[in-house]
Each structure stands twice: as C-alpha cells, then as structure tokens.
C-alpha cells in the first residue's frame, strides 16, 4: 500500500504488505522488508537496509547525512534489524567512512526525537526514551534501557542489561548490568528490576551485587579489581572483565 502523495525514486525494493504513507519520500538504494509500515512524512534516503515488520512513525529521517566534517560523501550505510519501533522525529544518520554502517538491531524501542549519529551501533531489545542523543561510534549492547534527554559522547560503550537515568551526562563507558545516573554520572547499583525482569535468579543477582560493591565501594583502583576477579570464571563476571578491558574510554564508577 503506497499512497499516491508518496515519492519513491532510485533503487527501491520493497518487501510483501508494506505501508507508505502520505508524503514520505524515499530515496536512493534502499531495501524494506516484508510487513513494515512506513509512517507519514517519513524521510529515507541513501544506502539504507530495514528488516521486516518494523513501525517508523511520522517525521523519522533514516540516512540522513553524518554530522561529521570529515565526511567526503563516501558510501556508507544504515542497517536496521527486524519488529522495531521507531517513533516520531527519530534521526539515524548513515556512517562516515567509506564502507561503514550505523546499526540497529532488532526488538528496539526509540522514542520520539531519539538522535543516533553516525557509525552508533544499538544490539537488541533496547529502548531509548525521549530526546536522547547518542553521538558518532557510539555502542550500546542488548536489553539496555536509557532514560530522556540523556547526552552521550563519542565512542562510549554501554554494556548489556544496563539502565540508564533521565537527563545523565554519559562521558565513560556504562559497566554491564548496572544502574547510571547523573551529571557527572555515577554508578548508582544494579539494575535490579531489569535483571529480575530478564528472569536472573536472586543468586546470580547476588554475585553481580558482590562485583558491584568491588569495583564501585571497595576504595580499589580499576586494577586491583580486576585482578581480584580474574580467578572467577562465572559468566557474568567475565561479562564485565571482558568489557572492562575492551575499555577505551575508561568506566563510570
């Protein structure tokens, strides 16, 4: 069903039972997927790849251009998974160097206003409420939640299971499992809600509390952690070992 206010021009294929609505305009090599619904006013353009059954409302703008002086009009990218929602005014702006995708995952909520510049990479089931702003090379691993109007800069990392509070300035990397708040940020805990609602079992929430008291309360440096942890071989620490030494950034603590 494409409405006939709509403008489709270039190399467009779309899927079975897909929705265009009035005045969206698409543009350039673009892929939809079966049963998606495109809202009004909806603007596509560039190199772009949505998965099946997705829900884009009114006003989102998918491949804009990045933001990013050092772009030169390379072909770059935006790749977004399946069963999405992406809610009015939502921005995702395609990749910088030549080759490179801004990504999203599937079963991921973006509110109204969301902000993902280039290069961002969002894995699954995450939702970002209203007028949050993720800058270029940012990544945020599954099953996160961040709050509105939350700023984050370049190149952070939020790790998996993470909840993120309203209005937090995120300028270090976000430990997984834990809870972030505040301008600066801080650790606030665990995510003991989003972990009970993943179906964690009081013990396994238990030992993430004992890693979070370590690394966060204990008056240890980074290291000394770390170091502490090493000889653990559950699951879920190495989760946050693993993430630590990725770091580039450093760790909110």
Known sequence: MIHNTAIIEGNV?????VVIGPCAYLSGEIEIGDNTEIGHCVRIEGNVKIGKSNKIFHSAYIGAPPQDVAYQGAKTYVEI????TLREFVQIHRATKEGTRTEVGSNCFLMGGVHLAHNVKLGNSITIANNT?????????????????????????????VMIGGLARINKDC????????????????????????????ERRQKIKEVYKLLCRSGKNVSQAVQELEANTD?????IINFIRSSDRGIIR
Request: hydrophobic share 35%; net charge negative.
């Open 13 to 17: 294929s779309l899927g079975k039972n």
């Open 235 to 239: 699951p879920d620490i190495t989760e």
């Open 133 to 161: 702003v993720l800058g270029g090379y940012v990544e945020v691993d599954d099953f996160t939640f961040i709050s509105g109007l939350c700023g984050f800069h370049q190149f952070v990392k939020v790790g998996k299971y």
């Open 175 to 202: 430990i997984p499992y834990m809870i972030i708040e505040g301008s600066p940020p801080r650790v606030a805990g665990i995510n003991v809600v989003g972990l009970r609602r993943r179906e964690f079992s009081s």
């Open 81 to 84: 998974g399946n069963d999405n």
